[in-house]
């Protein structure tokens, strides 16, 4: 079993920025792929991005050149540095973990976290 707990949401003013993080306990963090997703209201769940093990990085396209994904291996953490914020960032973010890319990729990823709020509005 791997727990993941995120942090680091809040209110920001558009053009702000917010580090989110997630700490994971349970198995080898280092295994893992992690990934964040996010759901507005009204909205499905959408991916944010990915990183593998390897260090490998995937980003949904509107958030490119604006949102960085880091993970700290030896913390057992995986960070979103999220800058330049728009309203339309506004979501629930949720952390993920699966040892496969492709599930983090399609949204079957085995572990979630419970998910922490963005809102960003003047």
């Known amino acids: 079993q791997v727990q993941l707990v995120e942090s680091g949401g809040g209110l920001v003013q558009p053009g702000g920025s917010l580090r989110l993080s997630c700490a994971a306990s349970g198995r080898i963090f280092g295994i893992y792929a992690m990934g964040w997703y996010r759901q507005a209201p009204g909205k499905q769940r959408e991916l944010v991005a990915v990183i593998t093990s390897a260090g490998t990085i995937t980003y949904t396209e509107s958030v490119k050149g604006r949102f960085t994904i880091s993970r700290d291996n030896a913390k057992s953490t995986v960070y979103l540095q999220l800058n330049s914020l728009k309203p339309e960032d506004t979501a629930v973010y949720y952390c993920?973990?699966?040892?496969?890319?492709?599930?983090?990729?399609?949204?079957?990823?085995?572990?979630w976290g419970q998910g922490t709020q963005v809102t960003v509005s003047s």
């Open positions: 993920s973990a699966d040892v496969d890319r492709r599930a983090l990729l399609t949204g079957a990823a085995d572990y």
